[in-house]
C-alpha cells in the first residue's frame, strides 16, 4: 500500500538516525506543524532544537512545510539554521526534489519524516525517499475532530 510509511513511530525522539545514516541516508527532510514544533506555534521545543541541531553534524536538514504564511515561516526560519521551506504543495513531491537536487543528494538517501500520512508521507513515497510518520508532537492536546481526522487517515496506512 502506497501509504504505509517505512516506519511509523510516535516521537521524532524514537527516530534511530545512526540506523538511517547506516542505510546511506544523507538528507532529512522535516514536516513543519506539529512535527517539529505545535502547530502554530512558531517556537521549537528546546529539545526538538537541540536534536536539529546535533542532526545537523551528519545529515543535511531542512524543514518543508505546506504552510502559506510568509511572517510566520519567516519566524521559524529565524531561529533555524537550516532552510524552512514553505509553500511545499505536499503530496506533491515537486519542491522535496528541487531541494535535494539542489544540496545533491538523490531521492534514496533522503527521509521525510511527518505527521500526516496523505500529505507529508505520500509526497514522500512519490519523491522515493524513506518515509518517517510520526505522532502530532501535540497529540494529547489535540481537540477531538482533529483526533478523529489523525484516526481515520492512520486506518489508510494499515496492513
Ligand atoms: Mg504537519
Known sequence: MILKPDYNLVSLFDIDFKELKSQGINAVLFDLDSTVMPSKSGEYPDKVK???????????????????????????????????????????????REFLRSVNVLPEAAVVVGDRPLTDILAGKLLGAKTILVDSITKDKENKPTRFVRKLERLVIRK
Open 50 to 96: 537541540l536534536l536539529l541541531e546535533e542532526l545537523k553534524q551528519n545529515f543535511v536538514v531542512a524543514i518543508i512545510s505546506n504552510n502559506k504564511n510568509k511572517e510566520y515561516i519567516e519566524k521559524v526560519q529565524a531561529q533555524s539554521t537550516f532552510p524552512v521551506i514553505s509553500h511545499a504543495n505536499k503530496p506533491s513531491p515537486k519542491v522535496m
